[in-house]
């Protein structure tokens, strides 16, 4: 937690220069739907519509993303500081969860200035979900693309047991997550086909997901649908986080002993 | 006395000396090599995946068609990747070197304290995916039925490498705050962040403080936009080329200033 405190500078700076790209790709939809003019869309999507979806992109993200577990994880491992873990009755996983969820609050409290002046200046987009019904789906998606988000890192850094280097990896993951999960562009401007593929794969339940709820674009059966989908990833993942991290203990031991 | 050709032997003997040392460093880890290509290339077809998308549903973005923009994105992957070929490590590592001490040891080389720090590593892979946004823009080019003479390319290259100076000087004078505070690192990746503006179209933006920032201040509109313009004749006023040379010159001067000020003030880890 201190150690997170320490570095609330580094996050103030992550979430100012982070914003920046962001008003670029703002910026150049304007401009696109200038051409178009007054009533156009973009396959439904209104000018005001598109630039809710960019806000709520940037909370959800705010408020799941991992930024350093990952790296550290992959650290931890590699200069062998899980050995103390494997002494102490203490589950490595539940000890990294707890870290990546005090980092959340931390970089949550840090970021509220930029983020909240940034909404504050595009208020005029912020839109509130339609009813408490959709609220609660969207705080429970929230909550399963949180916990994704974590085990999906989790498993890609503990790949450190048996590579030098993850960052390769985990930046390979990240460009699918980048494009896939809709933080470039809402994914239901794609061709439907594309879209349908997309819906199966974990990528889209790490953020578009809940944007799409809280703009009341999922609704009766595609939102069960998205939310199982969703709850089955989650707990694929934690699945394939314990069974990596058992397979890799075994190597890591045979390694040290 | 040295005399100035000599001089200069010196500098670029220590500099293959230096490139010599990257090609050892990094043919020691060749699969992590050739993956740091890989995710680079990925997140190039990445940007060039969200042109293609956005001009599904649009056959213009102000004034610029697809395979304009499919150029300006090549151009400025490029001007990224030679940037970051030379001098991205170097700045990012500044403040470790600070840090830790071993700015100390760089001090008491005979030679050029900044040149060493700025030039110590090189990242090759960084020249593989340059020559890939050159393929790609020669082949955006070719979409366009475009024939640019001589000296349309020389033009834009001479920007290009003008743009690249403009990065390296703004993030090096990122970099030496280094010399006031340990979170550097994180201000010169977040400049790094602003290399996404680089590769949009110029006309997105309209007259406000966001382009005002980003033209004058650190101008990221610029650089990959200019030399694109000149290659593709859609230059309209003398005024932008000579802008960016300008801000190079400024940026230089800064950067070179400050440097010297830090230095002056740097005291060394442990004392």
Same mark, same amino acid.
């Not at chain 2, 090096?172 to 690192?185: D, G, H, N, R």
């Given at each position: 937690?201190?150690?997170?405190?320490?570095?609330?500078?580094?996050?103030?700076?992550?979430?100012?220069?982070?914003?920046?790209?962001?008003?670029?790709?703002?910026?150049?939809?304007?401009?696109?739907?200038?051409?178009?003019?007054?009533?156009?869309?973009?396959?439904?999507?209104?000018?005001?519509?598109?630039?809710?979806?960019?806000?709520?992109?940037?909370?959800?993200?705010?408020?799941?993303?991992?930024?350093?577990?990952?790296?550290?994880?992959?650290?931890?491992?590699?200069?062998?500081?899980?050995?103390?873990?494997?002494?102490?009755?203490?589950?490595?996983?539940?000890?990294?969860?707890?870290?990546?969820?005090?980092?959340?609050?931390?970089?949550?409290?840090?970021?509220?200035?930029?983020?909240?002046?940034?909404?504050?200046?595009?208020?005029?987009?912020?839109?509130?979900?339609?009813?408490?019904?959709?609220?609660?789906?969207?705080?429970?998606?929230?909550?399963?693309?949180?916990?994704?988000?974590?085990?999906?890192?989790?498993?890609?850094?503990?790949?450190?047991?048996?590579?030098?280097?993850?960052?390769?990896?985990?930046?390979?993951?990240?460009?699918?997550?980048?494009?896939?999960?809709?933080?470039?562009?809402?994914?239901?401007?794609?061709?439907?086909?594309?879209?349908?593929?997309?819906?199966?794969?974990?990528?889209?339940?790490?953020?578009?997901?809940?944007?799409?709820?809280?703009?009341?674009?999922?609704?009766?059966?595609?939102?069960?649908?998205?939310?199982?989908?969703?709850?089955?990833?989650?707990?694929?993942?934690?699945?394939?986080?314990?069974?990596?991290?058992?397979?890799?203990?075994?190597?890591?031991?045979?390694?040290?002993? | 006395?040295?005399?100035?050709?000599?001089?200069?032997?010196?500098?670029?003997?220590?500099?293959?000396?230096?490139?010599?040392?990257?090609?050892?460093?990094?043919?020691?880890?060749?699969?992590?090599?050739?993956?740091?290509?890989?995710?680079?290339?990925?997140?190039?077809?990445?940007?060039?995946?969200?042109?293609?998308?956005?001009?599904?549903?649009?056959?213009?973005?102000?004034?610029?068609?697809?395979?304009?923009?499919?150029?300006?994105?090549?151009?400025?992957?490029?001007?990224?990747?030679?940037?970051?070929?030379?001098?991205?490590?170097?700045?990012?590592?500044?403040?470790? /070197?600070?840090?830790?001490?071993?700015?100390?040891?760089?001090?008491?080389?005979?030679?050029?304290?900044?040149?060493?720090?700025?030039?110590?590593?090189?990242?090759?892979?960084?020249?593989?995916?340059?020559?890939?946004?050159?393929?790609?823009?020669?082949?955006?080019?070719?979409?366009?039925?475009?024939?640019?003479?001589?000296?349309?390319?020389?033009?834009?290259?001479?920007?290009?490498?003008?743009?690249?100076?403009?990065?390296?000087?703004?993030?090096? /004078?990122?970099?030496?705050?280094?010399?006031?505070?340990?979170?550097?690192?994180?201000?010169?990746?977040?400049?790094?962040?602003?290399?996404?503006?680089?590769? /949009?179209?110029?006309?997105?933006?309209?007259?406000?403080?966001?382009?005002?920032?980003?033209?004058?201040?650190?101008?990221?509109?610029?650089?990959?936009?200019?030399?694109?313009?000149?290659?593709?004749?859609?230059?309209?006023?003398?005024?932008?080329? /000579?802008?960016?040379?300008?801000?190079?010159?400024?940026?230089?001067?800064?950067?070179?200033?400050?440097?010297?000020?830090?230095?002056?003030?740097?005291?060394?880890?442990?004392?």
């Amino acid at each position: 937690m201190q150690n997170t405190l320490s570095y609330r500078v580094n996050f103030l700076f992550r979430a100012l220069f982070g914003l920046v790209p962001l008003m670029g790709t703002i910026y150049l939809w304007r401009r696109i739907y200038e051409d178009k003019g007054e009533a156009g869309e973009v396959a439904g999507y209104t000018l005001a519509a598109m630039t809710s979806y960019y806000l709520l992109v940037t909370v959800v993200d705010a408020l799941t993303a991992v930024n350093e577990d990952d790296w550290q994880i992959a650290a931890d491992i590699k200069d062998g500081n899980i050995s103390q873990f494997l002494l102490k009755p203490i589950d490595y996983l539940a000890y990294r969860f707890c870290l990546f969820l005090s980092g959340r609050l931390i970089y949550m409290l840090v970021a509220i200035v930029p983020v909240g002046l940034f909404i504050w200046s595009l208020r005029s987009y912020f839109v509130v979900p339609s009813d408490a019904a959709t609220l609660g789906c969207f705080v429970l998606s929230l909550v399963m693309t949180a916990l994704l988000q974590f085990l999906m890192s989790y498993t890609m850094a503990l790949l450190a047991f048996w590579v030098l280097e993850v960052s390769t990896f985990i930046f390979i993951v990240f460009a699918f997550e980048y494009i896939a999960g809709g933080h470039l562009f809402p994914l239901n401007i794609l061709p439907p086909l594309v879209q349908r593929v997309l819906e199966l794969t974990p990528f889209p339940y790490q953020l578009f997901f809940p944007v799409s709820i809280y703009l009341g674009q999922t609704t009766g059966d595609a939102l069960t649908r998205g939310l199982v989908i969703q709850a089955f990833w989650t707990v694929a993942f934690y699945g394939i986080a314990r069974f990596v991290w058992s397979r890799g203990i075994k190597k890591y031991s045979a390694v040290g002993g | 006395m040295p005399s100035r050709p000599s001089n200069l032997r010196r500098y670029l003997s220590v500099y293959l000396a230096l490139w010599r040392n990257s090609i050892i460093r990094e043919m020691g880890f060749k699969t992590n090599f050739l993956l740091w290509i890989v995710v680079e290339c990925l997140w190039f077809v990445l940007q060039l995946g969200f042109v293609g998308v956005l001009y599904l549903h649009t056959d213009r973005i102000g004034d610029w068609t697809k395979w304009q923009v499919v150029m300006l994105i090549g151009a400025g992957h490029c001007i990224q990747q030679v940037f970051q070929a030379f001098f991205l490590v170097n700045c990012s590592n500044l403040s470790e /070197l600070i840090r830790t001490g071993k700015m100390d040891f760089m001090m008491l080389m005979p030679i050029n304290t900044r040149f060493l720090v700025s030039l110590r590593q090189v990242d090759l892979g960084a020249f593989v995916n340059a020559a890939s946004a050159v393929g790609v823009m020669v082949y955006a080019g070719m979409q366009l039925g475009l024939s640019p003479t001589w000296v349309q390319m020389a033009g834009a290259a001479l920007l290009g490498v003008t743009a690249i100076f403009i990065h390296y000087a703004l993030m090096f /004078l990122l970099a030496t705050a280094s010399f006031w505070t340990v979170k550097a690192q994180g201000i010169v990746w977040g400049y790094y962040n602003l290399f996404n503006i680089s590769r /949009l179209p110029d006309s997105a933006f309209r007259a406000g403080w966001f382009k005002n920032v980003f033209t004058f201040v650190l101008p990221m509109i610029l650089v990959a936009n200019v030399p694109v313009k000149v290659l593709i004749a859609k230059l309209h006023s003398p005024w932008e080329p /000579l802008l960016l040379v300008a801000m190079a010159v400024v940026a230089m001067t800064v950067s070179e200033a400050v440097w010297r000020i830090s230095l002056r003030r740097y005291t060394s880890a442990s004392s």
